[in-house]
């Protein structure tokens, strides 16, 4: 399966800043990403349109990762993917140059909640990504007990978008 992650570049530099924000008691932050879907055959198309950072009340005091969240804060992403019908991506960031990667923290822990988005929006896809400084990496969810594939691709689209006739 082909999978694509599309996102504005003006979107992505958003979810940059705020993920290097400070945090009193966190070493990272984390955030929500909403997205749009076109799906054909062997492709998958994840349009991303919004962000949402998780409050920072919502962080627990956890020195042994970078930053845990607590349910509250699942269930306000959770609530998003039911209302708007969007599927859900949970993002944080490695920084650093090239293509990061999942720690063992991350994929423990996206094993425990990304299913539950599949269940309470089951009509979308959900998943994580994790960002570096000039790449990303993600995987998604296409069911509770389905296989977990990687995003094959990402794209930053920047602006002005141009259109023209051919007549």
């Not at 950072?53 to 919502?58: I, K, S």
């Not at 804060?73 to 140059?97: E, Y």
Request: aromatic share 10%; with cysteine.
């Amino acid at each position: 399966m082909n999978i694509r992650f599309k996102i504005t570049q003006r979107l992505l530099d958003t979810i940059r800043v705020d993920l290097r924000r400070p945090h009193p008691i966190a070493h990272e932050r984390i955030g929500f990403v909403a997205a749009g879907l076109a799906a054909a055959y062997d492709e998958l198309l994840i349009l991303a349109r919004d962000y949402r950072p998780v409050d920072d009340a919502q962080y627990l005091d956890d020195k042994s990762v970078g930053a845990m969240i607590d349910a509250s804060a699942i269930r306000t992403a959770r609530q998003w993917a039911m209302n708007s019908r969007s599927a859900i991506f949970h993002v944080h960031s490695h920084g650093g140059c090239g293509i990061p990667g999942f720690s063992s923290v991350d994929d423990r822990e996206n094993a425990k909640f990304i299913p539950n988005f599949v269940s309470v929006a089951p009509f979308a896809v959900h998943g994580a990504i994790v960002l570096g400084d000039t790449a990303a990496f993600g995987q998604v969810w296409l069911g509770r007990d389905q296989p977990r594939p990687f995003i094959t691709n990402f794209n930053a689209i920047g602006a002005p978008i141009r259109t023209w006739s051919a007549a």
